[in-house]
């Protein structure tokens, strides 16, 4: 068992040794802490391997700046200065939540950065600040367009994050393909097959085969329906803030097996500003909202698990099976870890 602190700890020694600057691996270390306390572990150690690949390739600016620009007073761009997307978030989080608090609404793009962690955790710090959220980023390019048999978009996630009063915060996180390719992966490791409608092999036909559907395609979630929505995403995390789509991503990749170049926009929205001058309690009417949604037996608002395992990872530490940290271990030149 690992405490939430070690788990950091481990990935920060990690990520530093291969050569990447303090300022750019804590941010990292703390998302891959939060996330494997969380339970998402396909966005939590597990990640190092990538990331250790696309520094050890140099695809990867590892003394990377990011620097933040106000473009208008609602609008803020950071770039990434071909680094990782965490150090990129964290540099343009507060002129975010300042520009949504003042105007009501307000809107980041991440550039020039290489995105590789779970959005949710992304959020957490906005609506933590009692404002809404939205995020979206395209991934690794692996997703067929419905209909279609070869890939097209990324996995291409998207979030919303809505403030509580005294309760933990409404957060939800989910790739528009079926599944995240991270757990396809870790599937593949388990050995273990793929329900059918997953994805499809290199020739377009059905497969339950991970490495298949690896080499093939994933399926979009809801047939036509997340296949808009994936379109959707690379629009607004492509074009929209001057990044590429999936496929020219996937164009510039060099095989290191780390996370695509790829923009993030974050929206922002305050609920007490959208609020101002009526007499609606939105606070109250929320939470009248999800009281009526718990009394529908078996029902669990979207983080619920989540919190909970944060919780118990709190309580009781964190399980990481030997065989991962053995691999994990080896990343580092010095081997110590």
Same mark, same amino acid.
């Given at each position: 068992?690992?405490?939430?602190?070690?788990?950091?700890?481990?990935?920060?020694?990690?990520?530093?040794?291969?050569?990447?600057?303090?300022?750019?691996?804590?941010?990292?270390?703390?998302?891959?802490?939060?996330?494997?306390?969380?339970?998402?572990?396909?966005?939590?150690?597990?990640?190092?391997?990538?990331?250790?690949?696309?520094?050890?390739?140099?695809?990867?600016?590892?003394?990377?700046?990011?620097?933040?620009?106000?473009?208008?007073?609602?609008?803020?761009?950071?770039?990434?200065?071909?680094?990782?997307?965490?150090?990129?978030?964290?540099?343009?989080?507060?002129?975010?939540?300042?520009?949504?608090?003042?105007? *009501? #609404?307000? +809107?980041?793009?991440?550039?020039?950065?290489?995105?590789?962690? /779970? $959005?949710?955790?992304? =959020?957490? @710090?906005?609506?933590?600040?009692?404002?809404?959220?939205?995020?979206?980023?395209?991934?690794?390019?692996?997703?067929?367009?419905?209909?279609?048999?070869?890939?097209?978009?990324?996995?291409?996630?998207?979030?919303?994050?809505?403030?509580?009063?005294?309760?933990?915060?409404?957060?939800?996180?989910?790739?528009?393909?079926?599944?995240?390719?991270?757990?396809?992966?870790?599937?593949?490791?388990?050995?273990?097959?793929?329900?059918?409608?997953? *994805? #499809?092999? +290199?020739?377009?036909?059905?497969?339950?085969?991970?490495?298949? /559907? $690896?080499?093939?395609? =994933?399926? @979009?979630?809801?047939?036509?329906?997340?296949?808009?929505?994936?379109?959707?995403?690379?629009?607004?995390?492509?074009?929209?803030?001057?990044?590429?789509?999936?496929?020219?991503?996937?164009?510039?990749?060099?095989?290191?097996?780390?996370?695509?170049?790829?923009?993030?926009?974050?929206?922002?929205?305050?609920?007490?500003?959208?609020?101002?001058?009526?007499?609606?309690?939105?606070?109250?009417?929320?939470?009248?909202?999800?009281?009526?949604?718990?009394?529908?037996?078996?029902?669990?608002?979207?983080?619920?698990?989540?919190? /909970?395992?944060?919780?118990?990872?709190?309580?009781?530490?964190?399980?990481?099976?030997?065989?991962?940290?053995?691999?994990?271990?080896?990343?580092?030149?010095?081997?110590?870890?």
């Amino acid at each position: 068992m690992m405490t939430i602190a070690e788990v950091e700890d481990f990935a920060f020694r990690i990520l530093r040794d291969n050569g990447l600057a303090d300022h750019q691996a804590g941010p990292i270390a703390r998302a891959m802490a939060v996330t494997e306390a969380a339970g998402s572990h396909s966005h939590g150690l597990y990640r190092l391997i990538g990331y250790v690949g696309s520094i050890r390739s140099g695809r990867v600016n590892v003394l990377a700046r990011p620097r933040c620009e106000r473009i208008a007073s609602s609008f803020i761009r950071v770039d990434g200065d071909n680094g990782f997307a965490p150090a990129a978030h964290s540099i343009g989080l507060t002129a975010l939540i300042e520009a949504a608090e003042t105007n *009501g #609404i307000a +809107a980041l793009a991440l550039t020039n950065c290489y995105h590789f962690s /779970a $959005l949710w955790h992304d =959020l957490d @710090p906005i609506v933590a600040a009692g404002l809404a959220c939205w995020a979206f980023t395209i991934g690794q390019c692996i997703v067929a367009p419905h209909g279609g048999t070869h890939r097209l978009m990324g996995t291409n996630p998207i979030a919303f994050g809505w403030p509580r009063k005294g309760q933990r915060p409404f957060v939800f996180d989910f790739a528009t393909s079926v599944v995240a390719r991270g757990e396809i992966e870790l599937m593949s490791r388990a050995g273990k097959m793929l329900p059918q409608g997953w *994805g #499809i092999d +290199a020739s377009g036909e059905p497969t339950r085969d991970p490495q298949a /559907a $690896l080499a093939g395609a =994933l399926l @979009p979630f809801g047939g036509y329906k997340g296949s808009a929505l994936a379109m959707m995403v690379e629009l607004l995390a492509g074009p929209l803030i001057g990044e590429p789509t999936s496929r020219q991503a996937a164009a510039l990749d060099n095989g290191d097996g780390g996370p695509p170049l790829g923009g993030e926009l974050l929206i922002a929205m305050s609920p007490a500003l959208f609020n101002s001058g009526l007499a609606n309690d939105w606070q109250q009417q929320a939470e009248n909202f999800f009281a009526d949604a718990r009394t529908q037996p078996g029902i669990r608002l979207p983080s619920d698990r989540r919190h /909970a395992a944060r919780q118990r990872s709190e309580e009781e530490g964190i399980s990481v099976p030997n065989a991962l940290l053995d691999e994990l271990r080896k990343l580092s030149p010095r081997d110590d870890s």
